[in-house]
């Protein structure tokens, strides 16, 4: 109760600068004009022009975000913690904005962005996946992420709450709960789900906690979060990011992307974080698909003319009739048809049913190998760390069952993981498997009807991208009857991120859904 009347007076805080600029034209005639800024729903765009006519500083965004963050998360939980530094961060940038040139600074410079607490950085943050089994560890460098984000001038914010352990620690754990961050909220329906396992960057970047934020995906943990807050989520190639120093699932599936309000936000924090890092092997392959000059030459409001667009309707757009949506999407598909795609109907994916059922794929076999594995040399790699293996994080568990809530939760995934392995005959059959579904079912469909992307609503085909390694952008694209915020996925081949930036980008120009939420019970 109390939380929801402190919510009532929010818009009031909404930091309106107006700046009154007087242009002379020389002749007796003086114009005045009101140039408003308002940080809530300002992009990057707009944020750096207000930058350059002196409307705003970093340390005013900093210090309008800490606000919001101290009014409204002890509600949503989106937010684990807030970086100690970032003031500091944001009075250098401005005192660097004040001897450079405006165009010879990175897009992100003075730009505050919130970290999923599974990226590791070396500073006075924690990095723990939500779990106090990881409390005052001690990561040796920055992750290679936040190495170029740093480089890239942004601040860092602090970390967002997420599903503990990415969502791979129990299949009863609530989605974005975690027992360090509690129970992140869905900022539109507080009784919806917020999705995991990226909730908090989802979460915090939807209700103007931040302006940009960063996920992580193995599969569906960045797109779905992104699809229930009505934000873009922007899943790269396995590889375009580095994953070193991420706490990790599995490298075969693993990606780290931007979650943010905008497709053109979120292209500016991929060109910020894409490409090459010694300590993470895939991205030097990889690499290969950054296209000369980044991906902001692709931000194209005609960027559907011409896009060949398959269209899966069992059982993707099943679902979404099931959600009283249907008439929704055959609207978005005239709107796609209007800017010019070619829509491509009624096609199926070969062995569909397969390729979204965990166990049947075989991911759950893959990735429970792999996750030990990685999640070992991860521990190991560690400077200092309560934990070392996946085995003590079990134990970790059993010990302080208050904390980490075991009756309730359990760790069946962790016990399943811990059982197994390394690769041996299984693992490898079921790696076999997934590259034969990946390769017969949507390869051969992209190339069969020679597609730029498939595309679905939420994003519950998450499985089919997962498993190949294949990127995929979400786009807010409506609200059900609750209030509840639903979005619509382009996915395509590996290095098709031009492709799908022109599509996402020409959707979001031409139908604009997304609005700020308004925290309803
Ligand atoms: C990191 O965790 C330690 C406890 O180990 C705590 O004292 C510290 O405040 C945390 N850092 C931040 C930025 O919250
Ligand atoms: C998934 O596949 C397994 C066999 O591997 C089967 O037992 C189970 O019923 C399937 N689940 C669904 C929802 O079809
Ligand atoms: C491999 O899979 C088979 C069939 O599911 C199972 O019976 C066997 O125990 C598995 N082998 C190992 C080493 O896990």
Not at 21 to 42: D, H, M, P, Q, V
Request: hydrophobic share 40%; with cysteine; glycine share 8%.
């Amino acid at each position: 109760m109390a939380a929801n009347s402190s919510l009532r007076s929010s818009s009031a805080v909404s930091l309106v600068l107006i700046l009154s600029t007087i242009l002379s034209s020389g002749s007796s005639t003086r114009t005045i004009t009101n140039y408003a800024f308002s940080i809530k729903e300002a992009t990057i765009k707009d944020i750096k022009l207000a930058f350059e006519r002196n409307q705003l500083s970093s340390r005013q965004l900093v210090e309008f975000y800490m606000e919001e963050i101290s009014r409204l998360n002890e509600l949503l939980k989106g937010i684990i913690e807030v970086n100690p530094d970032a003031l500091l961060q944001a009075d250098a940038a401005d005192k660097e904005r004040k001897y450079k040139e405006p165009c010879s600074l990175p897009d992100l410079h003075g730009i505050p962005i919130l970290l999923k607490d599974n990226i590791g950085t070396k500073d006075k943050l924690n990095t723990t996946a939500g779990s106090f089994a990881l409390l005052g560890s001690v990561v040796p460098r920055d992750a290679g992420v936040v190495a170029k984000l740093r480089k890239a001038g942004a601040i860092i914010l602090g970390k967002a709450s997420l599903s503990e352990w990415a969502n791979f620690r129990s299949l009863n754990a609530p989605a974005g709960f975690s027992p360090r961050g509690g129970q992140g909220k869905n900022p539109y329906v507080l009784s919806a789900t917020p999705c995991g396992s990226s909730s908090g960057s989802a979460i915090s970047v939807a209700a103007n906690l931040v302006t940009v934020s960063l996920g992580t995906e193995t599969d569906g943990s960045l797109l779905c979060p992104a699809s229930f807050n009505s934000v873009v989520g922007l899943k790269p190639t396995v590889g375009i990011t580095s994953r070193a120093g991420v706490i990790p699932v599995t490298p075969r599936q693993d990606t780290i992307g931007p979650i943010c309000r905008t497709v053109s936000d979120a292209v500016y924090v991929l060109d910020a974080i894409a490409g090459f890092d010694s300590n993470d092997e895939a991205t030097r392959y990889a690499s290969y698909y950054i296209p000369h000059g980044g991906y902001k030459q692709f931000l194209n409001s005609y960027g559907l003319k011409g896009k060949r667009l398959g269209i899966v309707r069992n059982p993707f757009f099943q679902i979404a009739e099931g959600l009283g949506l249907g008439q929704t999407f055959e609207n978005h598909l005239q709107t796609l048809r209007r800017e010019g795609a070619i829509v491509v109907d009624n096609l199926q994916i070969a062995n569909i049913d397969v390729i979204l059922n965990f166990t049947a794929s075989g991911e759950a076999v893959a990735t429970l190998a792999e996750f030990k594995l990685s999640l070992n040399a991860y521990l190991e790699e560690l400077v200092a760390s309560p934990v070392r293996s996946l085995a003590d994080i079990i134990a970790f568990n059993l010990k302080f069952p208050d904390l980490e809530l075991i009756d309730k939760i359990g760790q069946e995934i962790f016990l399943a993981a811990q059982a197994t392995n390394g690769i041996g005959a299984n693992e490898s059959a079921a790696l076999l498997n997934l590259e034969n579904l990946a390769k017969n079912g949507f390869e051969k469909l992209m190339k069969d009807y020679k597609l730029d992307a498939l595309v679905t609503p939420r994003s519950d085909v998450s499985p089919v991208y997962a498993i190949g390694g294949f990127p995929a952008i979400i786009v807010p694209a409506g609200f059900d009857s609750q209030g509840v915020p639903i979005g619509i996925s382009f996915g395509g081949l590996k290095g098709s991120e031009p492709k799908l930036i022109e599509i996402a980008y020409g959707f979001e120009q031409a139908t604009k859904i997304r609005k700020p939420p308004s925290f309803n019970p």
